[in-house]
């Protein structure tokens, strides 16, 4: 059951409903999930500063159980988040930054119990 939270600069009118399910379809490509498990929260308008710089940017954080616990795999999710990320918003590389968190079962709750228990 990923997470994905899209903090940005950018204002509200840049994300459509077009656009929130289309990262929602990469999000589940990517980390090899089914798209129903797949949830994502976008926050735009916010005030952000990169490297110093207010100029428009995004910062990504993707939790998730079992797919992004190693370097390995967050370095092959890094570069498809990137490439969607990149050609979706027109942001360059520079401006966006991506946080993994590995979750364990017992971390998420559902149903009014634990995915350990599902």
């Not at 994905?4 to 009118?13: I, Q, S």
């Not at 190693?70 to 990149?86: D, G, I, P, W, Y």
């Not at 966006?96 to 599902?118: A, D, S």
Request: aromatic share 8%.
């Amino acid at each position: 059951m990923p997470f994905l939270e899209l903090d940005t600069n950018l204002p509200a009118g840049r994300f459509s409903e077009q656009l929130v399910n289309k990262l929602c379809c990469a999000a589940a490509a990517i980390l090899h999930k089914p798209q129903e498990r797949i949830n994502v929260c976008v926050k735009p308008g916010l005030l952000i500063s990169i490297g110093g710089s207010m100029a428009p940017g995004v910062q990504l954080a993707v939790s998730a159980i079992g797919v992004v616990g190693t370097a390995e795999q967050n370095k092959e999710h890094s570069a498809k988040f990137f490439e969607f990320l990149t050609q979706e918003l027109g942001l360059p590389p520079d401006r966006i930054l991506i946080r993994f968190y590995p979750l364990e079962k017992w971390q998420v709750g559902k149903n009014g119990t634990v995915m350990t228990f599902l």
